[in-house]
C-alpha cells in the first residue's frame, strides 16, 4: 500500500464491518470515490456496474438531483425535527400517508426509525409489547428461519440465521427459535414437488409452535424472498400454508420487506407478490433509494389498538430514537416515492427483471451452475461442485469469492452469499442493456472461474 494513500490511511483507522479484519490488513480496501447511473467509479477513475445496488438499496442509482434537492430544501426549512410526546415535522406526516397508500393491506400506521435492524428489533419489541397488553405475557417466543438476514442488533442479529453474523456474539439470545429455510433445491426430498415441500413446511412449523407451546410463540418473521442468506425464492404456496398455520395459534407475521420492498420483486411489496397479509411490516434501504438512513415499522389497525391498550396502561408508549424519522430523511424519502411513482416502478422491474431472468437461466446448463433463482430484479446463481448431487464446493475453497474478484476486475461488482451464491441486485433504473453488459461482465468471470478450476 502506498504510504498515506486512501488505503493506507483506511487499515491505519477504520474498523471495518462485516469483514476479515487480517486479510483486510493486509490487502486494504477498494476505495470507491464516486458514482452515477448503475455505476460506481474507484480512485482511479475505474468504472464499476454496481451488481448488488450497494448493499441491496440505491434502487434509484448514484445520481439523482431531485433527492440532492429534496434534502437541501428540507435542511433550509426544517433540519432537524422529531415526533416525541406529540409534535412531529409535517413532512414525516406526507411520508406515512405515501407509504400507507401502497403499503399492503392490513397494514395502517408506521414508526420510523433508522436502520432495518432497529426496524426489526422495534417489530419483536410490539409483538411483545401487544402480548402484555393483551394479557398474556408468557406469549413472547418469535420464530424466524435458518439462513434468514435481518439485521445487527442484539435482537435482530438473534433473530438472523446465519453463522456469520453471531458466531463470538453469544448469539441468538433466548426466546429465539429457527425453522427450515424453504429453499427447495436443497432441502425437497428427491422428486418431492414445490407443494409438497411447502407442505411440509407448514407442518415443521406447526410441529415447532405446539412443542413451545402455542401459549409461548408471539410472532414469525420471514423475508418474502430471502437476500443475504443467498436469495431464496419460497415455493409458491410457502407463505399461504404458513399464514394458516400462523392463524390457527395466534401467532403474528412479520414480514421483513428491507430488501423486498418498493418494487424489487415485481410489485410494490413481496407481501403482494406470495399473498402475505402482515400484522407487522418492515421497510428500509430503498424506502429512501439508500441516500440517506430511513426505515419503519408498519403496524396493522388491531396492532396498533393493543399499542393504544398498552400506552394506556404504562403511561405512554416508550420507544423512539433521536433521530427516527428525520425530517431530511424523510423529505428525501417522500421524493423517492414520488420517483418510483413517476417511473412506475413495478412495470419496469417486471420488464427489465424478464431480461435479468431470462439472462442468467442460460447458464443453468453451465457445469458451475447448480441453479439460478430470483424474480424482479433480484436473483442468484449458485456455484456448485458437483450438480447431480447439488453438492457445494468446500468453503474454505473460495471459489465463489474468487468469481466475484475477477468479476471486480472486469468491471462489476457483486457478492458471494454463503454456498457460493453470486447475488445480483442492480439499481432499478437499470435497463435491458445494462442488463446486457451486467451480464457479459459475469460471464467472463465466470469463464475465467471455470478455467482455474480446470488447470
Ligand atoms: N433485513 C434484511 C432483509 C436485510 O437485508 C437487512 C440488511 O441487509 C436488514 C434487515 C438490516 O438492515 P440494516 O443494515 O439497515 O440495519
Known amino acids: 500500500m502506498i504510504p498515506n494513500s486512501t488505503a493506507a490511511r483506511d487499515v491505519a483507522y477504520l474498523l471495518h464491518p462485516y469483514t476479515n479484519l487480517s486479510a483486510h490488513r493486509e490487502s486494504g480496501p477498494l476505495v470507491i470515490s464516486r458514482g452515477k447511473g448503475i455505476h460506481v467509479y474507484d480512485e482511479e477513475g475505474r468504472e464499476y456496474i454496481e451488481g448488488l445496488a450497494g448493499l441491496w438499496c440505491a434502487g434509484l442509482g448514484f445520481d439523482q438531483e431531485r433527492l440532492v434537492e429534496a434534502a437541501s430544501r428540507q435542511m433550509r426549512q426544517l433540519p432537524f425535527y422529531h415526533a ?17 397508500a401502497i403499503a399492503p393491506k392490513p397494514l395502517e400506521r408506521a414508526l420510523f426509525v433508522n436502520s432495518g435492524s432497529e426496524a426489526n ?31 445487527v442488533t442484539v435482537m435482530s442479529g438473534s433473530l438472523t440465521g446465519l453463522a456469520y453474523a453471531q458466531d463470538g456474539f453469544d448469539l441468538p439470545v433466548s426466546r429465539v427459535v429457527h425453522v427450515d429455510t424453504p429453499h427447495h433445491y436443497h432441502g425437497a426430498e428427491p422428486d418431492e414437488s414445490e407443494e409438497d415441500y411447502a407442505t411440509r413446511l407448514a407442518e415443521q412449523l406447526e410441529a415447532t409452535i405446539q412443542a413451545e407451546g402455542p401459549e409461548t410463540v408471539a410472532a414469525f418473521i420471514a423475508e418474502p424472498v430471502m437476500g443475504a442468506g443467498g436469495v431464496i425464492v ?51 434501504k430503498q424506502l429512501s433509494a439508500g441516500f440517506l438512513p430511513i426505515a419503519a415499522t408498519l403496524v396493522s389497525g388491531p396492532v396498533y389498538e393493543a399499542l393504544v391498550a398498552g400506552s394506556d396502561k404504562h403511561g405512554m408508549f416508550g420507544h423512539g430514537n433521536t433521530y427516527g424519522g428525520h425530517p431530511v430523511a424523510a423529505a428525501v424519502a417522500l421524493e423517492t416515492l414520488k420517483i418510483y411513482h413517476e417511473m412506475d416502478i413495478v412495470g419496469r422491474v417486471r420488464r427489465v427483471g424478464t431480461a435479468l431472468q431470462e439472462g442468467l437461466r442460460r447458464y443453468i446448463d453451465h457445469p458451475l451452475v447448480g441453479e439460478v433463482r430470483g424474480l424482479g430484479l433480484i436473483a442468484g446463481v449458485e456455484l456448485v461442485a458437483d450438480k447431480a448431487s447439488r453438492t457445494n464446493f468446500d468453503k474454505a475453497r473460495g471459489i465463489g469469492a474468487g468469481l466475484v474478484r475477477r468479476a471486480q476486475a472486469h468491471g462489476l461488482l457483486t457478492r458471494a452469499m454463503p454456498g457460493d451464491l453470486i447475488g445480483f441486485c442492480p439499481p432499478m433504473i437499470i435497463d435491458e442493456a445494462g442488463v446486457a453488459e451486467m451480464l457479459r461482465r459475469f460471464d467472463v468471470a465466470l469463464e475465467e472461474s471455470w478455467s482455474a478450476l480446470r488447470e
Do not use: S
Not at 416525541?84 to 400507507?100: I, T, W, Y
Not at 413472547?140 to 439485521?151: D, E, Q, S, T, V
Not at 421483513?256 to 397479509?277: A, L, Q, Y
Open 234 to 284: 419460497p415455493p409458491r404456496t410457502y407463505f399461504e400454508k404458513v399464514q394458516a398455520v400462523l392463524r390457527r395459534h395466534d401467532v403474528l407475521f412479520i414480514a421483513d420487506e428491507v430488501i423486498c420492498g418498493f418494487g424489487r420483486t415485481g410489485n410494490w411489496f413481496g407481501c403482494d407478490t406470495f399473498g402475505i397479509r402482515p400484522d407487522i411490516m418492515t421497510v428500509a
Open 84 to 100: 416525541f410526546g406529540g409534535k412531529v415535522p409535517d413532512v414525516l406526516v406526507d411520508l406515512a400517508e405515501a407509504l400507507m
Open 121 to 151: 428489533d422495534l417489530a419483536v419489541k410490539i409483538a411483545w409489547y401487544v402480548n402484555n397488553a393483551l394479557g398474556r405475557p408468557e406469549k413472547k417466543k418469535i420464530i424466524a428461519r435458518r439462513k434468514a438476514y435481518h439485521g
